[in-house]
């Protein structure tokens, strides 16, 4: 069965820190990939997004993504955490031509002022 | 454009009773996505219907079930509810005819089962 692994459940850094945050997924096929942000009290919201091209994408508030086909990966980075990006994160997977989007479990950050 | 809206926000409801959670997708957009989602467990994808038909289904109990009408807006039910069921309920919208397809997600309802 197709699943999304986020390796840490819980992630607590202090402001200036680097991030990276772990995702694997199973599926053999071509996938399109994302990362999704829920901040407290708001709305779950698109970080950023990988259809095709250039596997290093750019999403917003300073965080990109790589995905690494051999590797099954598409972690997430940040090289300067801020204490607002307090939030948590989803990492979810998209089989090219499915209709359906499968989630990691999410991982919390916490940043220390 | 207007987001997605859900409602209601909060809901109260005691085991064996049923619900019903209303959700307006983003003008234009045809799929409406529902998810579950509780502490631990993220978001499980219960199941999304585009143009009024159940397009796919994930894996919940008969319980669950779901409807979309003509103008889009969907519906989800669960009957005989159980503790089990108090969980955040995410409503998302799409369009896919442009392609791959973002989904764009509402406040959610939060549901608590006494």
């Known amino acids: 069965a197709q699943s999304v692994s986020q390796h840490n459940h819980h992630v607590i850094l202090s402001e200036a820190a680097s991030l990276e945050l772990g995702c694997n997924y199973s599926y053999g096929g071509t996938v399109n990939l994302f990362w999704y942000v829920q901040y407290p009290g708001q709305h779950l919201q698109l970080l950023l997004k990988y259809f095709s091209g250039d596997p290093l994408v750019k999403g917003i508030k300073g965080f990109e993504a790589e995905f690494i086909k051999s590797k099954f990966s598409f972690n997430l980075r940040k090289p300067s955490v801020q204490w607002s990006d307090t939030a948590e994160y989803f990492c979810?997977?998209?089989?090219?031509?499915?209709?359906?989007?499968?989630f990691g479990k999410g991982t919390r950050l916490h940043i220390l002022p | 454009k207007a987001g997605v809206t859900q409602t209601p926000r909060y809901l109260i409801k005691t085991r064996g009773q049923q619900v019903t959670l209303s959700c307006s997708p983003i003008?234009?957009?045809?799929?409406v996505s529902w998810y579950q989602q509780t502490p631990g467990q993220g978001l499980q994808f219960l199941f999304e219907y585009f143009s009024e038909t159940q397009r796919n289904k994930g894996n919940f109990p008969g319980r669950f079930s779901g409807r979309q009408f003509s103008n889009s807006r969907s519906e989800m039910n669960v009957s005989t509810l159980e503790l089990g069921d108090s969980a955040l309920y995410l409503c998302?919208?799409?369009?896919?005819?442009?392609?791959?397809?973002?989904?764009?997600f509402g406040p959610g309802t939060r549901l608590t089962v006494l």
């Open positions: 003008s234009g957009h045809r799929s």
């Open positions: 979810a997977v998209s089989p090219l031509r499915d209709d359906k989007i499968i």
């Open positions: 998302a919208s799409s369009d896919p005819s442009g392609g791959p397809w973002e989904q764009f």
